[in-house]
Each structure stands twice: as C-alpha cells, then as structure tokens.
C-alpha cells in the first residue's frame, strides 16, 4: 500500500466515522472495531452501564491496523477490535500492541485462544464445520479426511479458497498435517467441488436446498442468522434444509476462527482499556456474544446460545492458534499453486 493510498483512506475513514478523542480521557476508552455496531453495542452499553466509561467506537470494514500504524504515537485508540487470527497475530508482528493486564486474560481464556505474552486475546470462537442435506446425506459424523474420497465426487461446495474462513481452515490442516499432506488433501477437496467456489457461506446452504451440492464448508453462526433472518426469509428455507456435522468431533475436533481483541501500543487510556477487555472476558459479556450473534464463547464456562447448542455438541481443535496463523502465507500458496478458485479439475 503506498502512503498516497494510506492518507487517502484514512482521511475517507475520519470523514465517515465519527471522531475519536485525540487525548487521554480519565472516563473513556476508544475503540477500532471490525465488529459490526450491531453486535458490539449492547456490549459498549452493557460496560458504561456498569463502569461509568464511555466508549467512543470507529467502525470500518478494512484499513484499520494500516490506520493504526500510521498514526503512530499520536494514534487516540486504545482498544482495537478484529476478526480472524491472522489479524491479530500481524497487530503482534507490526509492534502494534502491548502486554494486556487484565487478571481475566490468564484466568479464563484458555491458552491455545491467546498469545503467549498476552498481546491479544480471543473474545469468542466460530467454527469451520459443514452443512449436509437433511434429503440427501445420511451420515451423522464426518472428518476432513472424509470429504477428500470419492464418494463426495461433484457433491461439495464452499466459497474461494483465499478467503480468510477457508485460508483459516487449510492452514490449521497444514498445522496439524504438514504440507505434503495438506496438498494431497486439498487436490481432492477441489475435485470433489459441485462448481468452482464462489459466494460467500450462506450461498452454499442455498445450493444444497437447490440440489446444487449435497454438504456446504461453512460457519456455524450463519444457521442462527438465516433462521432469524426477517428482512430475507427465505433464508430460512435454506437453513431449513440442512443440519450441522462438527468435523474430527471423535478425534482431534474442530478447526476454529476467532474475534478477538488487543491493546494499542500507544493507547491513551490503558487502564480502561484493560477494563474493557476484563468485561469482554466476563460472564456477562460472553453470554452477550452468544446470544447476539451465535459464535461461541471462549470462555469455556459460558454457555452457547440454546440455538447453537441445538445444532451439536463443540469440541474444538486444541491447536494453537498460533501455530495455526504461521502457516497463512503457506495456506495461500497452495490455493494459487492447485488453482483451487477453478473448481474441479479431473
């Protein structure tokens, strides 16, 4: 990214978000989000409530650990909060973190789910699991290793293999596997391919209600999504015809994503900053995840949402997320060496 295109979207994002505080304010606390308002307000609200911090939130898209660094030492957040581990783990490497103090952290988050000197922290987990037609699939337990035979040949769908779900995925296999492996296994999910990957995740569960594909790589949290979706129901047609399976629930268990948070570097109100993340870490705050928008708490004492616990039964790969991240750049190669985005190749 040039500094000509860096200025140009952070003086795009001052004008469309509303203005953080440029000092320290002894009863606030700033926030970047990737997190859409809907989902982190009634947190914010919730930790007002009950600290008398107000927190002031910039919502963006893209661009904000760009935004991060270029404002350096002058930078007014303190709290930056992102989905994917990859995000986190570039906060760590680009210097843009510090140390979170919070008891919560070593307390109740388990280690696999947060970074070794504590420079960030998963907030909640999603699960990379498939969806199989209720018609169609008659298996109640599946692996990763079984969608790579040929039984599944023409039967699978997902969306592009570089996006970060899937990077996410095909890197913890790396992680868990080795590369060999991984590639084997990766040539033949592509071969298995009903078309060349396109969409995003609820367009597969609407191809298995078309009889496009018989089993969708998707997220968990987009079944309670399209089930309450009012605004378009016949998403909820989609969800109807399908039924979750946890991959490797009998053995190693389930690769996962995160959100997560981190501490600026240069935070301004450090110590409401970690206020922040001890609340995100609470009980109380936790739930809030999982009712709101159907991710799992990683906390493990927390409960799902009735919803989600409808669906099966979590048990997660124990994988460190970051040895799971340090095999990205890797993830990403073998979808461009395996022209992966192609679909089906034999």
Known sequence: MTKTTLLAMTSAMALTCAALPAFAQSGEVNIY??????????????????????????????????????????????????????????????????????????????????????????????????????????????????????????????RAGDHPYNIGLIAHRIAANGVD?????????????????????????????????????????????????EAEPEQKDWAGAARIIYPDFEGEGTQVNVAGGFIAKHAPNAENANALIAFLLSDEAQQIYANTNYEFPVVPSVAPAELTQSWGELKASQVPLTEVAAHRDEAAALVDELRFNEGPQN
């Open 33 to 158: 989000s990737y997190r859409e308002q809907s989902l982190l307000q009634p947190l914010i609200d919730k930790f007002a409530e009950e600290t008398g911090i107000k927190a002031n939130v910039l919502y963006a898209g893209d661009g904000l650990l760009e935004r991060v660094a270029a404002e350096g030492e002058l930078s007014p957040v303190d709290v930056v909060l992102t989905v994917d581990i990859g995000n986190l783990v570039a906060a760590e490497e680009q210097g843009l973190t510090q140390p979170i103090a919070a008891p919560a952290l070593a307390e109740r988050v388990p280690e696999a789910f947060r970074d070794d000197d504590g420079n960030w922290t998963a907030l909640s987990l999603r699960a990379r699991v498939f969806y199989v037609s209720k018609d169609r699939v008659d298996a109640t337990a599946l692996t990763y290793d079984d969608i790579a035979g040929e039984e599944w040949k023409g039967r699978l769908c997902t």
């Open 181 to 229: 492996a991984t590639r084997e296994w990766l040539t033949r999910v592509r071969d298995n391919l009903a078309y060349a990957p396109t969409g995003g995740d609820r367009e597969g569960v609407k191809n298995i209600l078309a009889g496009t594909c018989d089993l969708s790589i998707t997220n968990t949290y987009y079944m309670g999504a399209m089930l309450n979706n």
